[in-house]
T-cell receptor, first 114, second 112 residues
């Protein structure tokens, strides 16, 4: 079964340091999403890509967060500088535009900022 | 602004019983309502989904009931099993847009 790959699985970083997460969506999936899930809450969308273009980044804190999907395949989410409140699970998801609206999530990157 | 309200926050059900989780939404543009199941350390996985043109959808032991006029939908898990113990999220997205708005989650525990 095809999966969305994310790395690293866990990341501990110090406040004010830079951190990056990587996502490889299911092959052929044009749409890619980054969600943030704070412990005990539902996921919240950070950014949505259609191929290499950003469709929605209205909830992305652009002063410290950036995301790219240069060739329309894999994607990187970066935080610089990290703050204590950024501690969360960062989830990547992808979907094909087949109309069934089925997301597939990766297992996420658990970020702890100390 | 929280657009999808989910309850209860946690739920304990005996094995073989029925688990019921409820969600309510505000945005009338929503037209796709999925439920996701999440185990610790894993990403959410799509469980079942419904569109507002039907009032109920059943897949195995899982049923979604949908009330368009009340803007509410619920997940029913029949014959609940210990393996169903997980966190469940309802979600919604508007027509023509796959952007999902999630509820706050329900931690379900099935006891023997």
């Amino acid at each position: 079964e095809a999966e969305v790959a994310q790395s690293p699985r866990y990341k501990i970083t110090e406040k004010s340091q830079a951190v990056a997460f990587w996502c490889d969506p299911i092959s052929g999936h044009a749409t890619l999403y980054w969600y943030r899930q704070i412990l005990g809450q539902g996921p919240e969308l950070l950014v949505q890509f259609q191929d290499e273009s950003v469709v929605d980044d209205s909830q992305l804190p652009k002063d410290r967060f950036s995301a790219e999907r240069l060739k329309g395949v894999d994607s990187t989410l970066k935080i610089q500088p990290a703050e204590l409140g950024d501690s969360a699970m960062y989830l990547c998801a992808s979907s094909s535009l087949t109309g069934n609206y089925g997301y597939t999530f990766g297992s996420g990157t658990r970020l702890t900022v100390v | 602004q929280q657009q999808v309200k989910q309850s209860p926050q946690s739920l304990i059900v005996q094995k073989g019983g029925i688990s019921i989780i409820n969600c309510a939404y505000e945005n009338t543009a929503f037209d796709y309502f999925p439920w996701y199941q999440q185990f610790p350390g894993k990403g959410p996985a799509l469980l079942i989904a419904i569109r507002p043109d039907v009032s109920e959808k059943k897949e195995g032991r899982f049923t979604i009931s949908f009330n368009k006029s009340a803007k509410q939908f619920s997940l029913h898990i029949m014959d609940s099993q210990p393996g169903d113990s997980a966190t469940y999220f309802c979600a919604a997205s508007p027509f023509g847009n796959e952007k999902l708005t999630f509820g706050t989650g329900t931690r379900l525990t099935i006891i023997p």
